[in-house]
């Protein structure tokens, strides 16, 4: 067994942190998330959906105050706003991040008029797609978290006679039937559904993009990330496209096993420049959307998730570390960009043409970012030269923040005037812990603005006689009287 601390300096690296859960798992991206942008004075849930993490107890008063927020969103149309009190973003009346109290506005694309708000369930600890229910009534989303929706399966059982005299062994068979509860979750994420999406020829889509935390806790991301579609046109029209899971789940992991499958996209991928010539069709004005408005947004939701848990990535142990995460975005109607969830090992198949291409690509610049600056050759090796050129090759990926500096944005905690109440983790604590990255950090970044600030410009001296005289002719003449000259 080796701890973290034992990893030998420029030796050993691992692709993985020690509290990389804090980021990917989805309750504590949540979690992590609302304390961040608390502490910034802005709400979470201008970044992702509107999201609360519960347990399957419908009893617990977090769930009450979720069951009042629910008919007060059906109450109200969308961009009115509606007052919002004692919904936790974590079911744990103990937890120090206290309910989300104020006025919350349901953005128009996350309602379409009349009914029940649309809501997603998921697991907070399971991937690619597993567990994940869209429910259309509270109703459904209480009977999920309470196990009503139940599997049962049916075997035979032999049930033998007594025994009598003279007579040989004798019984007959018996169905048993064995009712189990279908979740089995502990923990789920109910969230916002997002009724009016982008859609691509009628269709969802998501967007995965793969970002990279460096042993030196900078954060890079991958410029060209890929669309992943549903093969199924989305529809709300009965309760069986509720259930379609291959309209409303884009994960390769779920549509590889439905029947239209690569039907209309090879892998049911594209790429952005597909995006970029559909987005132009529906908005002529959007001429340019990657590049103006999808980047853009996506490197302030990729910053603000993990300078929340700066802090918590390392647990406490010196880095020998850096890890690869996929982000998932997907864009509404209004060409919002939103955060749905971050994927701690995310799939490298080569499931496409268009993977094919990128995966490669991307690993390579990976490795000149992640691995080159730790496993250094001797000056005098005949392999030095080669490595400063491969540490000098520019790659795809783009600078996004440094973690090391995160705490600069964290203001110090403001003591509520009711009940004498703190902000949760006080922000001094986590200033600390993030001052003490520093001192865990083994190699450093040469790419990174924050900690290699550009030298300030210091204007020249005269460099010729010429400059010279130019400026003595400037000089006032009532000095020159003073100076007998």
């Not at 029209?237 to 499958?261: F, P, R, V, W």
Request: proline share 7%; net charge neutral; hydrophobic share 40%.
């Amino acid at each position: 067994h080796v701890t973290w601390d034992q990893l030998a300096a420029g030796q050993q690296l691992v692709s993985w942190f020690p509290g990389s859960s804090e980021v990917a798992l989805k309750h504590k991206l949540l979690r992590n998330l609302c304390v961040h942008q608390q502490y910034q004075g802005k709400c979470a849930f201008d970044m992702l959906p509107l999201s609360v993490a519960v347990c399957g107890d419908t009893s617990s008063s977090s769930f009450k105050a979720f069951q009042l927020l629910h008919v007060k969103l059906t109450r109200v149309a969308a961009g009115k706003p509606v007052t919002v009190k004692g919904v936790r973003a974590v079911d744990d009346p103990g937890d120090q991040l206290g309910p989300f109290d104020g006025k919350y506005c349901i953005p128009p694309t996350f309602a379409r008029g009349g009914g029940e708000p649309v809501w997603i369930l998921k697991p907070a600890m399971m991937s690619r797609g597993r567990g994940i229910h869209v429910v259309s009534s509270l109703q459904q989303l209480t009977n999920v978290l309470t196990g009503v929706q139940k599997e049962t399966t049916s075997k035979l059982e032999w049930k033998a006679n007594a025994a009598e005299d003279g007579a040989g062994p004798s019984g007959y068979f018996v169905v048993r039937h064995d009712t189990t509860t279908a979740s089995g979750v502990d923990t789920w994420i109910i969230q916002k559904y997002i009724e009016r999406p982008l859609l691509l020829n009628d269709r969802k889509f998501d967007i995965r993009m793969w970002v990279c935390i460096t042993p030196s806790l900078h954060v890079y991301l991958f410029r060209e990330g890929y669309v992943r579609t549903a093969a199924v046109p989305l529809s709300y029209g009965s309760d069986e496209d509720y259930a379609n899971q291959y309209m409303h789940l884009c994960n390769n992991s779920i549509q590889k096993e439905g029947t239209a499958y690569g039907e209309h996209e090879d892998g049911n991928i594209v790429s952005f420049e597909t995006l970029r010539e559909a987005v132009a069709k529906q908005f002529p004005s959007a001429t340019d959307f990657v590049e103006a408005q999808l980047l853009p947004r996506v490197k302030e939701l990729i910053t603000a998730s993990a300078q929340s848990v700066a802090h918590l990535l390392t647990g406490g142990a010196s880095v020998a570390s850096f890890q690869l995460f996929g982000y998932d975005f997907m864009v509404d109607a209004e060409l919002q960009t939103w955060l749905i969830e971050v994927n701690s090992a995310p799939s490298l198949a080569e499931s496409s043409p268009l993977l094919e291409q990128l995966i490669p690509e991307m690993l390579e610049g990976l490795v000149t970012l992640c691995v080159d600056p730790v496993f250094v050759p001797k000056a005098r090796s005949e392999f030095a030269a080669q490595h400063r050129a491969r540490l000098a090759e520019p790659t795809r990926f783009d600078f996004v923040t440094c973690l090391l500096h995160a705490h600069v944005a964290t203001p110090k905690p403001v003591r509520s005037p009711r009940r004498g109440r703190s902000r949760p983790r006080g922000a001094s604590a986590v200033d600390r812990q993030c001052r003490d990255l520093a001192k865990l950090v083994r190699v450093s970044d040469p790419r990174c603005p924050v900690c290699n600030p550009a030298p300030a410009a210091v204007e020249p001296p005269p460099s010729s006689a010429v400059e010279a005289a130019a400026q003595e002719e400037q000089v006032d003449p009532i000095a020159k009287i003073f100076d007998g000259s």
